[in-house]
């Protein structure tokens, strides 16, 4: 399985925007880019994913460089509620069996207030 | 519209003693994934379910896990013989057919099992 590299840690101030880094340098041209977070006692939340084109949604933003070696998952303002552990994980499609989500350390977020 | 629910939240047993943790997946969801969280570690993936059909077990332990999604009612996940090391905190995922692939997964808030 193709991995991520994350930092362990970041930390931000509320209302200002969040630029979470992830390093997947051997992405194989079919695997998608997720991302997850999981807020302290709770399981995993999806938060966003793409192929190859900047995706946006109602919680975060995803940029992806143009070769796909690594992503940026954007908070445009940060609230307190975002501190969690982000996670990214690649996804690979090959016959439906892609449920096997690897989660590694992620990273811890902090806002501060 | 409720997510998936897991129960109990938090589960003490003392070692030798049996574990069930029960997983009610969204409404319209067929499939079932178990995930299991180790102090300190991030998630891994059990095992994957479908109703009466377990479809990948390759996550789970080769003894005292087992696991079913019946016909009727939630799934378990039921662990015998517990000892400390599988304290942890486990999670069920589920989804609608297929639409798990390259889609979210919505996981429920976890079960915290402690062995004493």
């Known amino acids: 399985d193709a991995k991520t590299t994350q930092p362990n840690s970041m930390e931000s101030n509320e209302e200002e925007p969040v630029h979470l880094p992830c390093n997947h340098s051997t992405i194989s041209g079919t695997d998608y880019i997720h991302w997850y977070r999981q807020l302290p006692s709770q399981g995993p939340e999806y938060v966003i994913h793409?192929?190859?084109s900047n995706v946006n949604n109602r919680m975060a933003s995803l940029a992806i460089a143009e070769d796909r070696k690594s992503s940026t998952l954007i908070l445009h303002r940060a609230t307190l509620r975002d501190a969690a552990v982000y996670y990214c994980?690649?996804?690979?499609?090959?016959?439906?069996?892609?449920?096997?989500?690897?989660f590694g350390k992620g990273t811890l977020l902090t806002v501060n207030p | 519209n409720a997510g998936v629910m897991q129960n109990p939240r938090h589960l003490v047993r003392r070692r030798g003693q049996e574990a069930r943790l029960r997983c009610s997946p969204m409404k319209g969801h067929s499939h079932v994934y178990w995930y299991r969280q180790l102090p300190e570690e991030g998630l891994k993936f059990m095992v994957y379910l479908q109703k009466e059909n377990i479809i990948d077990e390759s996550g789970m332990p080769k003894e005292r896990f087992s696991a079913e999604f019946p016909k009727e009612g939630p799934s378990i996940l039921r662990i015998q013989q517990v000892v400390r090391g599988d304290s942890a905190a486990y999670f069920c995922a589920s989804s609608p057919k297929d639409r798990g692939r390259n889609y979210g997964y919505t996981f429920g808030s976890g079960t915290r099992l402690t062995v004493v």
């Open positions: 994980i690649l996804s690979w499609d090959s016959g439906g069996s892609n449920y096997k989500l690897t």
């Open positions: 793409g192929l190859t």
